[in-house]
């Protein structure tokens, strides 16, 4: 079973719309970590943000914002007042423990394209 | 500022031929991942490894090995090439406590394989 979904293949809006990418994850550990990262077209992932299982808070930065929900194993990302700079892959991961090892499981990415 | 650094950023190799991918992390971290992205697929973890001459396979091991002889180095090995082979392939660090600390990536290398 996929343990990081991001149904969302790609996605199209217009500049300075909101847009919301979908990340439902699946795991066993009481503990563990969620991230989302960047991919822009020049290629290098970048990180955006970490929460941990511990920590439902959500978070805004900037026009990012993020819902953790534990309850729908959701850890959804807004951008608001979207930007043709924000166009990009964004992939959700999952960082849990698998032995004595930490493996971190990324969702298959939402490609984000923001038309001027 | 975390550094990860593979040695090739495009690779054209032959059916058949033994390919080693080089990634070198400056920042004393433990834990350290091979991907492959694809479209549609996303990166998928080939192999991990958490300590010096430690290894997991992750999701899409079949086809590769690894080696980390050093701390800072953890190679991927293409036993024998296939076309199927042909990918990016991406490269990550992460330090131990890696469940509440990001992982730093490389800037990836495009394997061509003919």
């Known amino acids: 079973a996929q343990k990081v979904t991001q149904a969302q293949t790609e996605i199209s809006v217009v500049e300075k719309e909101d847009v919301t990418l979908d990340c439902v994850y699946e795991?066993?550990?009481?503990?563990?970590?969620l991230f989302w990262y960047k991919q822009p077209p020049s290629g290098e992932l970048v990180f955006l943000i970490r929460?941990?299982?511990?920590?439902?808070q959500n978070e805004i930065s900037g026009r990012y914002s993020w819902n953790f929900q534990k309850s729908t194993s959701s850890f959804n990302f807004t951008i608001t007042a979207s930007q043709v700079v924000d166009s990009a892959v964004y992939f959700c991961?999952?960082?849990?423990?698998?032995?004595?090892?930490?493996?971190?499981?990324f969702g298959s990415g939402t490609q984000l394209t923001v038309l001027p | 500022d975390v550094k990860v650094t593979q040695s090739s950023r495009y690779l054209v190799k032959r059916t058949g031929e033994k390919v080693f991918l080089e990634c070198v992390q400056d920042?004393?971290?433990?834990?350290m991942f091979w991907y492959r992205q694809d479209p549609g697929l996303g990166l998928r973890l080939i192999y991990f490894?958490?300590?010096?001459?430690?290894?997991e396979k992750g999701d899409i091991p079949e086809g590769y090995s690894v080696s980390r002889e050093k701390k800072e180095r953890f190679s991927l090995i293409l036993e024998s090439a296939s076309t199927n082979q042909t990918s990016m392939y991406l490269c990550?660090?992460?330090?131990?406590?890696?469940?509440?600390?990001?992982?730093?990536f490389g800037q990836g290398t495009r394997l061509t394989v003919v």
């Open positions: 990550a660090s992460s330090p131990l406590e890696g469940m509440n600390t990001e992982a730093f």
């Open positions: 795991t066993r550990d009481t503990t563990y970590y």
């Open positions: 929460r941990n299982s511990f920590d439902e």
């Open positions: 991961a999952l960082s849990e423990e698998i032995g004595s090892a930490r493996q971190l499981t």
């Open positions: 920042m004393d971290h433990e834990n």
């Open positions: 490894s958490y300590d010096v001459k430690m290894k």
